[in-house]
């Protein structure tokens, strides 16, 4: 069976439901690297006009999990067990990057951490994440 990475580099972005939906492209991921990018959508915004802060959240820990599968094996697979967003600038139209990196592998846990910057680089959020490590 082929694995994520393998099927999204094959398939695309349809491979994840997320990414199709929210019109999600995936930048990059290699080097230890996972690298998203969506335009924001006025869908995207809250009640007071700014980007709901679930969606930093959710780009930074899937930019993570994109640098996380280059550093699996077949047989594992990983689940989020906690996540931490500090939200340092809010934003209401243009793009959104999410870089996510591996910062510790451990046999049982890793650990990531996730930057969503603006369209012009401004860092509007830092994720800091751990994924246990299952094997099939």
């Known amino acids: 069976m082929a694995s994520y990475l393998d099927r999204l ?22 080097g230890g690297v996972g690298e998203l990018s969506v335009g924001v959508k006025p869908e995207f915004c809250n009640g007071e006009g700014w980007v709901q802060g679930g969606l930093y959240t959710a780009l930074a820990d899937e930019a993570i999990v994109l640098a996380i599968y280059q550093t699996l094996g077949e047989d594992e697979r990983v689940a989020t067990i906690t996540e931490s967003t500090s ?42 994440a751990s994924y ?4 099939r």
Do not use: H, W, Y
């Not at 580099?9 to 929210?22: A, H, I, K, V």
């Not at 999410?98 to 650990?111: D, P, Q, S, T």
């Not at 246990?132 to 094997?135: E, K």
């Open 132 to 135: 246990a490590v299952s094997r």
């Open 9 to 30: 580099r094959q398939d695309g972005e349809c491979t994840n439901p997320f990414f199709s939906l929210m019109g999600v492209r995936v930048d990059c991921a290699e």
């Open 87 to 128: 939200f340092l600038r809010g934003v209401n139209a243009g793009s959104l990057r999410a870089v996510g990196r591996v910062v510790k592998r451990g046999r049982r846990v890793i650990f990531g951490e996730g930057q969503v910057f603006d369209g012009e680089g401004g860092l509007c959020s830092v994720t800091s």
